[in-house]
């Protein structure tokens, strides 16, 4: 099989970036710069990306959020399931109210059901401690980690050979991708 190739041109450093690290900056800088306290004599050492448009929120925090959000829909799926074997009234109940009520947001969700019923503050609150125990204990943080990771590196690689295939005119049969 052929190896595609890429030449890599040496680009020269842009000028904003100062031409040796100071001090502070081990690496790159980051940009744009680390705010600092004046007034402390605490240094920051900030070399992660900036990453605008979440507001007072990291996306970490972001992030968070949303998995909060897919934990109460794991955590419906599973009291759903465990209902549907053994109690099929208060299956029937929970299947209704998913069908009226969204599950985008988590805490909404939970709040009308709890309002709903006594039957149905019973299911929210069953529904509630699953989430935290799966949360806490089931779920594999690991894993996640080395899938999201796996993701991006597939998919950038992906899309760059998608780009020299189309941008060079290499033919699939000569890079010994083709359906021979």
């Known amino acids: 099989m052929e190896s595609l190739a890429v030449s890599v041109l040496p680009v020269p450093k842009p000028s904003f970036f100062h031409s040796k690290p ?11 710069p680390c705010k600092q ?3 402390s004599s605490h240094v920051s050492n900030c070399h992660k990306m900036y990453v605008p448009g979440f507001g007072e929120a990291s996306s970490e925090a972001k992030a968070a959020k949303n998995l909060h959000h897919f934990f109460n ?10 209902l549907e074997s ?5 299956y029937k109940d929970l ?7 969204s599950l985008n947001d988590g805490d909404e969700f939970c709040a009308s059901l709890m309002r709903e019923s006594s039957s149905h503050k019973a299911l929210a609150l069953r529904i509630l401690t699953v ?15 080395r899938l999201a990771f ?10 760059m050979r998608e780009y020299v295939l189309e ?12 359906s021979d």
């Open 167 to 178: 941008t060079s005119h290499i033919t699939e049969k000569e890079t010994g991708k083709g």
């Open 131 to 145: 989430r935290s125990a799966y949360c806490k204990h089931d779920f594999e943080w690991d894993n996640l980690k």
């Open 37 to 39: 306290r004046r007034s």
């Open 73 to 82: 829909y794991v955590a419906v799926k599973i009291v759903s399931a465990q």
């Open 150 to 159: 796996k993701m991006v590196d597939e998919s950038n690689t992906k899309l």
């Open 22 to 32: 100071t001090r502070r900056e081990k690496g790159f800088p980051s940009w744009p």
């Open 86 to 90: 053994y109690n099929p009234e208060a």
């Open 95 to 101: 299947m209704e109210f998913v069908e009226t009520h």
